[in-house]
């Protein structure tokens, strides 16, 4: 199955912007739907963006679209999530993991240790 390893969060200031990258192990990317998911603390984890390879398409939460661009590299089996106009709202650990219709594939597990974001006032 499938490993992930997410990276690049940090630190920011409101407005400021970070790069996550999301790199597998085993199955390729290509045979999924990729997608970025976050869960700040007290809250539920929920569905922020996904590219599908197939369709050429991106999906994004409303809270993050205009502000976020998630785009994929095949070949090294890597998904980013570029964040501007950071928020203290998109505080959380993001995470990624295949997709299908804005939710984790059934299947999917064990999560990756996702990667900290914060965003400072």
């Known amino acids: 199955q499938v490993q992930l390893v997410e990276s690049g969060g940090g630190l920011v200031q409101a407005g400021g912007s970070l790069r996550l990258s999301c790199a597998a192990s085993?199955?390729?990317?290509?045979?999924?739907?990729m997608g970025w998911f976050r869960q700040a603390p007290g809250k539920e984890r929920e569905f922020v963006a996904a590219?599908?390879?197939?369709?050429?398409?991106?999906y994004y939460a409303g809270s993050v679209k205009g502000r976020f661009t998630i785009s994929g590299d095949n070949a090294k089996n890597t998904i980013f999530l570029q964040m501007n106009s950071l928020k203290p709202e998109d505080t959380a650990v993001y995470y990624c993991a295949p997709v299908i219709r804005s939710s984790p594939l059934p299947d999917f597990g064990p999560w990756g240790q996702g990667t900290q974001v914060t965003v400072s006032s």
């Open positions: 590219i599908s390879w197939r369709g050429g398409c991106t």
């Open positions: 085993g199955r390729t990317f290509s045979s999924y739907t």
